[in-house]
């Protein structure tokens, strides 16, 4: 049984790529941060900022949610902190 190459026109390629694409990002609340910009206004690297925050969570003294937002590889979501009161 021989395989038949399938055409991009059979296959509507840009169709899928279109439908499968999520541009859609979300607006992130006033408040939330991300670890990244956390890390930029502290002066201390992502990691140490990072460990810092999943401590954190776990004592409860903060909370974590996932933000979808537009990054160099396209909107993708991004954990976003805040801190308890």
């Avoid at 439908?19 to 859609?24: F, G, N, W």
């Avoid at 201390?44 to 909370?63: D, F, H, I, M, P």
């Avoid at 537009?70 to 976003?80: D, F, I, L, S």
């Amino acid at each position: 049984m021989s395989k038949r190459k399938v055409t991009a026109e059979e296959l509507n390629a840009s169709a899928w790529a279109a439908a499968l694409a999520c541009s859609e990002v979300d607006e992130v609340p006033a408040g939330w941060i991300s670890a990244a910009d956390l890390a930029v206004r502290l002066g201390k690297s992502s990691a140490t900022v990072s460990n810092q925050l999943s401590r954190a969570v776990r004592a409860g003294k903060t909370e974590m949610q996932k933000f979808r937002i537009q990054t160099p590889r396209g909107p993708y979501p991004v954990p976003h902190y805040r801190l308890l009161k």
